[in-house]
């Protein structure tokens, strides 16, 4: 599954236990944007490094696997969680973004002028 949306929060890698890390990552999903919706992904053990270049505000989109499981208190009430395991992330847009261009600084200096310039104009 795959979806496009603003990058809200990054989280720092977490270490769960000695042979678990994760790491979360909120995005901020605009399907309708009166009530903007903030999804929240988690990236786990070599995972944890693809949100590495990924900064807030970041058009990006994230591939993900959609996990469920079940889960029983003391009580013996059992209840369901939802996880959006992600693996792949496409930043198409960086919060940083110049609105204009950036150039490379010419390679000679030009406003020196010379005498022997043979130019028409």
């Given at each position: 599954?795959?979806?496009?949306?603003?990058?809200?929060?990054?989280?720092?890698?977490?270490?769960?236990?000695?042979?678990?890390?994760?790491?979360?990552?909120?995005?901020?999903?605009?399907?309708?944007?009166?009530?903007?919706?903030?999804?929240?992904?988690?990236?786990?053990?070599?995972?944890?490094?693809?949100?590495?270049?990924?900064?807030?505000g970041d058009d990006v989109?994230?591939?993900?696997?959609?996990?469920?499981?079940?889960?029983?208190?003391?009580?013996?009430?059992?209840?369901?969680?939802?996880?959006?395991?992600?693996?792949?992330?496409?930043?198409?847009?960086?919060?940083?973004?110049?609105?204009?261009?950036?150039?490379?600084?010419?390679?000679?200096?030009?406003?020196?002028?010379?005498?022997?310039?043979?130019?028409?104009?």
């Amino acid at each position: 599954m795959e979806v496009k949306g603003k990058v809200h929060e990054v989280s720092p890698t977490q270490q769960v236990t000695d042979s678990l890390k994760k790491r979360e990552l909120i995005l901020e999903y605009i399907e309708n944007p009166q009530y903007p919706e903030y999804l929240k992904f988690e990236a786990i053990q070599d995972r944890c490094a693809l949100i590495d270049n990924v900064k807030i505000g970041d058009d990006v989109e994230v591939f993900f696997n959609l996990r469920g499981r079940p889960w029983t208190d003391k009580t013996g009430k059992k209840s369901y969680f939802n996880s959006l395991q992600l693996w792949k992330i496409n930043v198409l847009a960086g919060a940083g973004a110049a609105s204009t261009p950036e150039y490379a600084a010419p390679a000679a200096d030009i406003s020196s002028s010379s005498d022997d310039d043979d130019l028409p104009f």
